[in-house]
């Protein structure tokens, strides 16, 4: 028991920084070079549409009903909201519209369902 507890405090303590800088570059490494060119290229015009366009307008529309809902006060007077300026709503909405895109991309990878599974490509 007692090497088992020297070889337990020798292993490294899972943090963000860890992730961040140790794990999360070779993850997206690999995906830029599963990437197509090709493909991406011939998809180049829809890509940017759906990205900036589409995330600009998420991030407006999101932040000013949240804006609108909290100076009206139709979430209630306690909301967490109420004393937020209109760009610290925008700033949260932007967090927002940056993770709706990521979650779609994810989605990619499942193909069809099959009787209440999910099936991989």
């Given at each position: 028991m007692n090497s088992f507890s020297n070889y337990q405090s020798s292993l490294p303590e899972f943090t963000g920084k860890l992730f961040f800088e140790v794990l999360l570059p070779p993850i997206i490494l690999n995906s830029a070079f599963d990437m197509y060119d090709r493909e991406?290229?011939?998809n180049?015009?829809?890509?940017?549409?759906?990205?900036?366009?589409?995330?600009?307008?998420n991030v407006l529309t999101i932040g000013t009903t949240l804006?609108?809902?909290?100076?009206?006060?139709?979430?209630?007077?306690?909301?967490?909201c109420s004393g937020l300026t209109f760009i610290q709503i925008l700033i949260f909405s932007s967090l927002i519209s940056a993770v709706d895109p990521v979650a779609v991309l994810g989605m990619d990878s499942i193909k069809y369902i099959k009787h209440g599974q999910f099936v991989k490509k």
């Open positions: 991406f290229l011939r180049l015009p829809a890509v940017l549409l759906f990205s900036m366009i589409g995330t600009l307008v804006f609108l809902l909290s100076t009206y006060n139709v979430l209630g007077v306690d909301c967490v």
